[in-house]
């Protein structure tokens, strides 16, 4: 178990620019997640696969955002346009499927986004 | 709509006390509740899951307890240690599916 792993760590950019994340996560897991975690509050879903078929999105996921986890395997989300309320910490989770829909999450450090 | 609710304002406690830290939910009654902790930097770590037929679970000097009438969670740490100086998270999966919601946090401080 290599845990869950995010590329980059850090992520600086200008406001307008796109940005793209990664997130691998452990290998056995089917559930992949990405959050969105500001100072101050706890992490905020944003969307949610279940292999490779992308099941859930909040409100929060504009029309700027797009994830995609081809294959089933890694994911990638992407901003584009990027504005300064982009500034946040992108966190990816992963679990496996149980018998109930309580698995515990295991998350990744996480990509700090800074939008100059 | 549903909330999760965890007290805002940091608990600072000496070493060897123990920590009590709180989670309200209010308008559901979840069927499970899971605790995270999280350090500066870093990402959420599970620590304990809770069903609402468990009114205790237990994991070495970590017990959390699960009150449907008051609609509230505790998470105890006995024999606290500057180590476990972090910021722990209450969260729940909603009905809608199987993201978590998370409450702001509590931050813990143990000082020497």
């Known amino acids: 178990d290599t845990g869950v792993s995010q590329n980059p760590r850090h992520k600086i950019t200008k406001r307008g620019q796109n940005v793209t994340f990664r997130c691998d996560p452990i290998s056995e897991h089917n559930r992949l997640y990405w959050y969105r975690q500001t100072l101050g509050q706890g992490p905020e879903f944003l969307t949610y696969f279940q292999n490779e078929a992308q099941l859930e999105k909040s409100r929060l996921l504009s029309d700027r955002f797009s994830a995609e986890r081809p294959k089933g395997s890694f994911s990638t989300l992407e901003i584009q346009r990027t504005e300064q309320g982009d500034s946040a910490m992108y966190l990816c989770?992963?679990?496996?499927?149980?018998?109930?829909?309580?698995?515990?999450?295991?998350f990744g450090d996480g990509t700090r986004l800074s939008i100059l | 709509s549903q909330k999760i609710e965890q007290n805002s304002e940091a608990l600072n406690i000496q070493e060897g006390k123990t920590a009590t830290l709180t989670c309200n939910y209010t308008n559901y009654s979840p069927a499970y509740l899971q605790w995270y902790r999280q350090d500066p930097g870093r990402g959420p770590v599970f620590l304990l899951l809770i069903r609402e037929n468990e009114k205790e679970k237990r994991k070495e000097r970590l017990k959390v307890t699960f009150d449907t009438t008051l609609k509230q969670s505790l998470f105890h740490i006995t024999a606290s240690q500057p180590a476990d100086s972090a910021t722990y998270l209450c969260?729940?999966?909603?009905?809608?599916?199987?993201?978590?919601?998370f409450g702001k946090g509590t931050s813990l401080l143990v000082t020497p």
């Open positions: 969260a729940h999966c909603p009905n809608s599916g199987y993201a978590l919601n």
């Open positions: 989770a992963s679990s496996s499927i149980g018998g109930a829909d309580n698995q515990p999450q295991h």
